[in-house]
């Protein structure tokens, strides 16, 4: 209800890094976007995560994590 009548910013750390215009802040955070955990890049895993196959991210948690 809210959601539809208020526009919503998403307050995570990085969108607030993302109202900030400087180079070296944008160079950190291609740096740990970039970063390969268990496989992937974290850039990768907030896609999965945020992503609504649930098939996907099923295979990928086998697949790098061995959770079935």
């Given at each position: ?38 496989g992937?890049?974290?850039?990768n ?24």
């Amino acid at each position: 209800m809210l959601f539809e009548k208020f526009i919503y910013r998403l307050d995570t750390n990085y969108a607030k890094i993302d109202r900030i215009a400087h180079p070296g802040i944008e160079v950190f955070k291609e740096k740990v976007l970039s970063t390969v955990f268990h496989g992937l890049p974290i850039k990768n895993w907030a896609k999965l995560f945020s992503s609504e196959n649930k098939d996907d991210l099923a295979r990928q948690f086998k697949l790098h994590l061995s959770i079935k």
